[in-house]
């Protein structure tokens, strides 16, 4: 099965970016990379997902590696309102026989 | 436009009693999915469903179950509490399904006693 491992947390600076990692080194060539992050106190939020080319919105980018092992969720300048709790998901299968893997979650601190 | 809308946001229940946890969608979105969250255990996906049929679900005991309306609403039910259903219980909706830019609900915050 795959599985995606995030590093605990990290800290960055105000108006900085912010390069989030994710390992899911097991990945099938399925599985869809989705980022979504949580406040406190709150439901997730989605941020991006993408599957084998780097995605950009207006929230985050989102750079993933040749082989698919690894991607970064990119947040161009960390504001004080992205400190958050980081989940980096996999969405794999297709139709309705999709499996969802979860990491535990990046806490990102924001420094003013 | 209205969020996703879940009810109560606090319950308290004791142990072998039931539960019914209500999940009010984005208008127009089918996909209702339900994840539990715990320190322990994180995130975890409990089942999907679509235009009033079940389309997943996780790996959770038959304890756990639902079901979707024609109007899209959703409700989760739990029957004989344990403690270590003590958890957040987030609902989800989107256009497309399980976590595809889906919008979640601030969730059910379900402690047994």
């Known amino acids: 099965d795959a599985k995606t491992t995030q590093p605990n947390s990290m800290e960055s600076n105000e108006e900085e970016p912010v390069h989030l990692p994710c390992n899911h080194s097991t990945i099938s060539g399925t599985d869809y990379i989705h980022w979504y992050r949580q406040l406190p106190s709150q439901g997730p939020e989605y941020v991006i997902h993408?599957?084998?080319s780097n995605v950009n919105n207006r929230m985050a980018s989102l750079a993933i590696a040749e082989d698919r092992k690894s991607s970064t969720l990119i947040l161009h300048r960390a504001t004080l309102r992205d400190a958050a709790v980081y989940y980096c998901i996999l969405r794999g299968g297709g139709g309705s026989n999709y499996k969802l893997t979860f990491g535990k979650g990046t806490l990102l601190t924001v420094n003013p | 436009k209205a969020g996703v809308t879940q009810t109560p946001r606090y319950l308290i229940k004791t142990r072998g009693q039931q539960v019914t946890l209500s999940c009010s969608p984005i208008s127009g979105h089918r996909s209702v999915s339900w994840y539990q969250q715990t320190p322990g255990q994180g995130l975890q996906f409990l089942f999907e469903y679509f235009s009033e049929t079940q389309r997943n679900k996780g790996n959770f005991p038959g304890r756990f179950s639902g079901r979707q309306f024609s109007n899209s609403r959703s409700e989760m039910n739990v029957s004989t509490l344990e403690l270590g259903d003590s958890a957040l219980y987030l609902c989800?909706?989107?256009?497309?399904?399980?976590?595809?830019?889906?919008?979640f609900g601030q969730g059910t915050r379900l402690t047994v006693v």
């Open positions: 993408g599957l084998t």
């Open positions: 989800a909706s989107s256009l497309q399904g399980a976590l595809t830019e889906a919008f």
